[in-house]
């Protein structure tokens, strides 16, 4: 196995061939005048995320879900988007490896989550199961909150002091 197939973090390392799903979603990002505009985001998924996908309860902003290995998704330390699954304009989401490499260890430790067959996809139309897709809530990706004192709440005076 070549290095670009391993990342360490500590004692978890992460193997190529070890099992993680990648989610395409809708999310919008604000232009420089403030306007919303659709893009489109590749981001690993959590097993605990896919669980909750499968109950089909939860709408959700994924409209593709792909089941891969760490290796396919992630390769000298850069995100690596298969053409071949993916459409064209999919930016890979912020800190992709990082979070490539925690959403591997979350199935690592739950294998029973391991909800899609690797290498198959799910969308809202098809697959093991169909996802609730929706853009409302939107997810917003560059969003800045900018706190203010109106923020504030006011506290009962008793709340800091010793009685």
Do not use: W
Request: glycine share 6%; hydrophobic share 35%; with cysteine.
């Amino acid at each position: 196995m070549s290095d670009t197939a391993q990342l360490s973090l500590g004692s978890n390392a992460v193997q190529g061939l070890e099992y993680v799903v990648l989610g395409v979603a809708t999310c919008f990002q604000r232009d420089e005048e403030g306007r919303l505009m659709e893009v489109q985001v590749a981001e690993p998924i959590p097993a605990a995320a896919l669980d909750c996908l499968v109950q089909e309860r939860r709408s959700t902003s994924y409209h593709l879900l792909y089941a891969t290995t760490y290796g396919e998704i992630v390769q000298d330390g850069i995100p690596v988007l298969p053409a071949d699954v993916i459409p064209a304009g999919v930016f890979a989401g912020e800190d992709f490896v990082e979070r490539a490499q925690a959403a591997t260890r979350t199935y690592r430790s739950k294998p029973e989550f391991r909800h899609i067959p690797l290498h198959q996809t799910c969308t809202p139309e098809q697959g093991v199961f169909k996802l609730n897709y929706s853009v409302k809530p939107r997810r917003i990706i560059n969003a800045v909150m900018e706190v203010s004192d109106a923020d504030n709440i006011k506290q009962h005076p008793h709340t800091h002091q010793h009685l």
